[in-house]
């Protein structure tokens, strides 16, 4: 029993989690599904009973072989490296939060959710990934409610005993200690507790121990709790206490060391750091060559489209933190690194801000965007490091987020899919189309019984969040028959920031409570979210929702449901019909609660922003089209006002629209629709499967290429960019001659280009010449660039030259020019060092 407790496989698979409850099923529920507290709970005789039983027995050892043979057998991965692909030996992958499961409250939101999912996806294709993180003493808050609708936190502590953590020890058994210098010659000392998520091991290192004083104990006290200085010293933690916990957990495992260390946005930046001074003081690198090493094999991953939600430090914070002793500039906390050259790593536009995003995008040789449109909007927003490039050429890619079908999928549907098509079918993003085999009547009656499950679960929130805002039971009858299991159901939740617009449905209350209240197509309405504890806007709107929904009249159609989180989200995407997301675009990243919804039928009605914008085809929900570019109260209203138009036009017509059978058949087909395209789509496999071929092999061949032959790679990067640096001022593109341009250019038109450029000290392979051919606007500016490569020829009186022969991509007024790129062959874009020359 106690393999099956430690490893949180079993909060993915429904079978253990029966043998859990089989242990004493009316303890279980009272644990809320925890089987480390089921089991400190459980009576010995209990146990000793089960020790007898037979059958109870035959199911906890084929529990037991599951697990075994699902930590053993070969996946994805294991498939690549037979084919012979050079996979990392090793992925070190670094968040500020986890939400693996409701029974390590590690997590505040979809960020730390994404991180689960990634280390879930990443066991089940046999990705050799490690998880870094913190453990929080009380994790993020929880959320109650007061009388009057107000949000209420509360920080309870969770004793490590209690969780399904071990300690990292050493062989002598005595416990693994991490340790960061800190100013005043202080230590600040942490262990590391190992959760284990199947087959990855995720570290979080925990601060509260005897060896630290008062103030350092509390470094992990809370999630995003406490001011910049606090969570300076929690990211120094994450980022150079983290390195050092793999170090220590790969030494005592006797694991390789990780060739690829991945970034879950800016927060643990500071690893890069550490790995610069690990090769500085290791290996005698210089701090340029130890710099082109570590960026080599990093990845650096950005979850925030608006400047202001990025993390930055005051300056003389991090100098603080890093500076010398004495005032030297040689850091005590990373000695042999200069505190000039770490500063400078976070330079942003303002001299006095630190910048964590700058910091991630000067570390990793590859960077990402969480969606589509979310790689655009970030090319944009850290356009300024790459000055005299286009913005489609920042070299920051993307990879749309995707969620955890077993996790997420009710097990009902896993149930299906394993009917369909074996136990991979989610995972693997194939069978898909056996949907279409499915009677419409059996995909009605699952979204029947789930939506049944969730009405059961509304109430029974309802009552306990209603009694911890002072009722009594005599008073709460009537929440025996809020919601009806066959009213159209919609989901709205999230965490509370301004740009969610919480409260857009309540524009116009009145037309909601006559949507809410239609006696022949009603609808309910389900809300959730924690506001940040500083943030009293989003707790009033929350409020707002709250009086809304105390309202006598429909309060058996509305809800708000205080402290959102893992446990409650399930029976939310199991149950929504509708699931609605209505933020600002594009400041939602990508969004992953929609999703899941999809993952069980439930239909988006959304506001094309994030995944929505990439993935939504017209007949898998619907859009709610958006105002950008108007001022944000109009643009509330109109929005608003399309939101309960599609309510009123499209969802409720359609959802009480039945055949002869009491189905609604147009339903039916959208939700088989949302399944059969989005399923493969949303997948956490496939996110995790994009990261390995389009970050993570990339990455550990780049690593692998600047560390061969004692570092000559990191080496020839850093010489050439320092030989790059100093010959910049003299390159020139000096003449660009054309032949053969039409009066009016067509596509397909052919162009002879010539150009007659002055390298200074460089030789022609250490720089690509392109001809860039794009439309002209009035300000005689280039779009819709095309890049093409010229051929080096020879010398001519005015430099090297290079030709080209461009057939132009376009038609209508185009124009050209010439410039020059560095070109190196460990470099992974000719933008990367933001350098180009034009003429
Ligand atoms: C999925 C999830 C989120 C993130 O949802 P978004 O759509 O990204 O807002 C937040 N909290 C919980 C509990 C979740 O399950």
Redesign the pocket.
């Known amino acids: 029993m106690g393999t099956l407790t430690a490893n949180l496989r079993w909060s993915w698979h429904p079978e253990t989690q029966d043998l859990f409850a089989a242990v004493d099923p009316e303890l279980w529920e009272r644990c809320g599904s925890d089987p480390v507290r089921l089991l400190g709970e459980v009576p010995p005789e209990r146990l000793d009973a089960l020790a007898e039983n037979e059958e109870f027995l035959v199911r906890l050892d084929a529990a037991a072989a599951d697990l075994d043979h699902y930590l053993s057998r070969p996946r994805w991965y294991q498939q690549q490296q037979e084919r012979g692909t050079a996979v990392p030996a090793g992925i070190a992958y670094f968040s500020m939060e986890f939400?693996v499961s409701e029974v390590l409250p590690n997590y505040s939101?979809?960020l730390g959710?994404?991180a689960g999912d990634h280390l879930k996806a990443a066991s089940d294709l046999g990705l050799p990934l490690i998880g870094v993180g913190l453990l929080y003493r009380s994790g993020y808050f929880r959320q109650s409610l007061s009388a009057d609708g107000w949000q209420v936190e509360h920080y309870p502590a969770y004793d490590p005993q209690g969780l399904p953590i071990k300690l990292l020890t050493e062989a002598d058994g005595s416990t693994a200690l991490v340790q960061v210098e800190i100013p005043g010659g202080r230590t600040l000392d942490a262990r590391v507790w190992i959760a284990q998520i199947g087959r990855v091991p995720l570290l979080l290192l925990d601060s509260d121990i005897a060896s630290n004083d008062e103030e350092l104990r509390g470094v992990t006290d809370r999630l995003y709790g406490g001011d910049q200085d606090h969570r300076i010293k929690q990211e120094i933690l994450a980022g150079i206490g983290g390195v050092r916990a793999v170090r220590a957990y790969t030494r005592i495992a006797g694991l390789p060391d990780p060739d690829v260390f991945h970034m879950n946005e800016g927060h643990a930046g500071f690893l890069g750091a550490e790995r610069i001074r690990e090769l500085v003081t290791g290996t005698g690198l210089d701090f340029d060559e130890a710099l082109a090493a570590v960026r080599a094999g990093t990845v650096f991953t950005t979850h925030t489209p608006v400047p202001a939600g990025i993390d930055r430090f005051p300056i003389d914070l991090v100098r603080h933190y890093f500076s010398g002793r004495n005032g030297e500039n040689e850091s005590a906390l990373l000695p042999g690194l200069t505190v000039d050259r770490i500063l400078a790593l976070g330079r942003e536009s303002d001299p006095d801000v630190f910048n964590m995003a700058h910091l991630g995008l000067r570390l990793g040789q590859r960077c990402n965007g969480v969606s589509k449109l979310h790689g655009a909007v970030s090319r944009n927003m850290f356009e300024e490091l790459w000055p005299g490039f286009d913005a489609t050429e920042v070299p920051i890619g993307s990879v749309t987020n995707g969620?955890h079908a077993p996790t997420?999928a009710a097990r009902e549907w896993l149930a299906l899919a394993d009917r369909l098509a074996g136990p991979d079918l989610v995972e693997e993003s194939r069978g898909w189309e056996l949907l279409q085999t499915v009677d419409a009547r059996e995909l009605w009656e699952m979204r029947n019984t789930l939506r049944s499950m969730l009405v059961e679960e509304v109430r029974r929130r309802l009552r306990n969040s209603w009694i911890e805002r002072g009722a009594t039971e005599a008073e709460l009858g009537w929440v025996d028959s809020v919601f009806e299991p066959g009213v159209l159901t919609i989901g709205f939740?999230?965490?509370v920031p301004t740009y969610?617009r919480l409260t857009l449905m309540l524009r116009d209350p009145e037309r909601l409570r006559a949507l809410l209240l239609d006696p022949e197509r009603p609808l309910q309405l389900v809300v959730a979210g924690k506001s940040h504890p500083a943030d009293d806007g989003g707790k009033a709107l929350i409020q707002q929702v709250v009086r809304f929904a105390d309202e006598y009249d429909v309060r058996h159609r509305v809800v708000f449901l205080p402290d959102?989180?893992?446990s409650?989200?399930r029976y939310l995407?199991w149950g929504c019909d509708v699931w609605l997301?209505n933020p600002l675009r594009p400041l939602?990243a990508?969004?992953?609660?929609?999703m899941?919804s999809a993952l069980n039928g439930g239909l988006n009605l959304s506001i094309r922003d994030g995944w929505w914008d990439e993935m939504y085809d017209g007949e898998n929900g619907w859009a709610i089209p958006t105002a950008d570019g108007v001022d944000d109260v109009r643009r509330d209203d109109l929005e608003a006002n399309a939101l309960y138009e599609l309510l009123e036009r499209s969802v409720l017509p359609r959802f009480y629209d039945r055949d002869g059978d009491g189905v609604p058949g147009r339903w039916i087909e959208m939700v088989r629709h949302t399944l059969e395209n989005l399923g493969p789509k949303v997948l956490a496999s496939r996110m995790v499967r994009d990261y390995a071929v389009d970050y993570y092999i990339p990455a550990a061949a780049a690593a692998r290429s600047v560390a061969a032959d004692d570092f000559a790679g990191a080496k020839a990067v850093a010489e050439y960019r320092e030989r790059l640096e100093a010959a910049w001022p003299s390159v020139r593109v000096a003449q660009v001659d054309t032949e053969g341009l039409p009066e009016v250019p067509e596509i397909g038109s052919r162009l002879a280009v010539t150009a007659h450029v002055e390298l200074g000290a460089l030789a022609p392979d250490d720089v690509e010449v392109q001809a860039v051919i794009g439309r002209v606007g009035s300000d005689d500016s280039l779009s819709d660039i095309v890049s093409i490569p010229m051929t080096h020829t020879g010398k001519g009186s005015f430099g090297e030259v290079f030709e080209a022969d461009v057939r132009l991509p376009l038609a209508g007024p185009v124009g050209y020019t010439v410039r020059v790129l560095p070109h190196h062959d460990l470099l992974a874009s000719p933008a990367e060092f933001g350098m180009v020359r034009l003429p």
Do not use: F, H, P, Q
């Open positions: 939400g939101g979809g959710i994404l969620v997420w939740a999230r965490r969610k959102y989180d893992m409650m989200a995407y997301n939602e990508c969004g992953t609660s929609g899941k």
